[in-house]
């Protein structure tokens, strides 16, 4: 998908202006006065400064939520260099947040019906599974936080440091496309191994299949922070960085998940 599609020809396509004020869309407007709170705007100080809708989940006004939803998977699973070259540089930031919960939200989803059956059998099971996630989600934004801060971050450029900081999380919130990836393929793989048994062949294909993912992961994030920080951090250091990172995360949220269960009274294994 290149330009936004055609069913918006009736509506303009979104100039991503906002009112200042409560966030409401200014695009295609007659007067220049917000109709949702009534707050006059400048339009051409507004358009200088306008922060760009994020590449087709922006789009969803005009397509359908679920749809935007699918295709800006796919585009970031499939065409990660494309997605980081288009990516704005001040994107809509809300566009990033919405995106980022989705993903959490049907994660969590899927890995509670993946997890949750087999684990049913006593209190302690169930709030084994619940720390679990828990541990994970905390894993995952502190480690959102760090990407965004180091690998994301653009090296040059006259933006004030704390929004170069906002506008990289909102790209490295959109790769959390990558968590529900990976919760669909384990969940998948867990699926599988409870309808064979635990067989050692179910168990290797589990295990190969999470590396291949987070390798998939890895390089994929690599690949969107060069095409998006053309003139940033380097591939190696990239490459070298995400990894120590990601460690320092899965000490937080094992950390986290532990202290859940310990704060319960149970133990984890
Ligand atoms: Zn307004």
């Known amino acids: 998908m290149k330009s936004p599609p055609t069913s918006s020809e009736k509506k303009p396509a979104d100039e991503g202006l906002r009112c200042p004020e409560c966030e409401y869309n200014l695009t295609g407007l007659d007067r220049d006065v917000c109709p949702e709170c009534g707050e006059g705007f400048d339009r051409k100080r507004l358009l200088a400064v306008a922060p760009s809708p994020v590449p087709i989940w922006g789009w969803r006004r005009e397509i359908g939520s679920p749809k935007a939803f699918v295709l800006t998977l796919l585009e970031i699973w499939v065409h990660p260099i494309r997605f980081g070259r288009r990516f704005p540089r001040t994107p809509i930031l809300r566009d990033a947040r919405v995106f980022s919960r989705w993903c959490l939200g049907i994660s969590i989803l899927i890995a509670m019906v993946a997890f949750l059956p087999r684990n049913v059998a006593s209190l302690n099971d169930v709030l084994d599974t619940l720390s679990t996630i828990i541990g994970v989600c905390t894993g995952v934004l502190f480690c959102e936080f760090l990407i965004a801060g180091t690998v994301f971050l653009p090296f040059t450029g006259n933006i004030e440091e704390h929004l170069a900081f906002q506008n990289s999380l909102a790209l490295v ?3 959390r496309a990558f968590l529900l990836l990976s ?13 064979f048994r635990s067989d050692w062949s179910t168990q290797l294909i589990a295990v190969f299949g999470t590396c291949a993912v987070v390798g998939y992961w890895w390089l994929c994030m690599v690949l969107i922070a060069k095409a998006h920080c053309r003139d940033g951090i380097s591939i190696v250091a990239a490459a070298l960085m995400i990894p120590v990172l990601t460690a320092i995360s899965c000490v937080a949220g094992t950390f986290t998940a532990f202290a859940i269960l310990g704060s319960f009274g149970g133990l984890p294994y």
């Open 173 to 175: 919130r959109m790769t």
């Open 183 to 195: 919760t669909l393929c384990i969940s998948i793989g867990v699926s599988g191994e409870m309808y």
